[in-house]
């Protein structure tokens, strides 16, 4: 069960790929069927149960489009 889950704001994100880039996990991939309101590819998170809401994303993000809930409860 993922640990985290991630959420990208499609009018904030400019599809820069830096959160893609910085994860250590490799939980985020670009989408080519889902775009942003700028029209790039939009990151997604791919492989949600290798996410431990590390919250790196979000930090490096420069739009500041990434939120991080973490999971309580989860082992």
């Known amino acids: 069960m993922a640990r985290g889950e991630v959420t990208i704001n499609t009018g904030l994100c400019q599809g820069c790929g830096l959160c893609i880039g910085f994860c250590s996990r490799g939980c985020l991939e670009l989408s ?35 939120d991080v809930y973490k999971h309580t409860g989860v082992a």
């Open 32 to 66: 080519p069927d889902r775009l942003s309101d700028m029209g790039s590819p939009q990151p997604i998170l791919a492989q949600p149960e290798r996410c431990n809401a590390c919250c790196v994303c979000a930090w490096l993000c420069p739009d500041f489009a990434i």
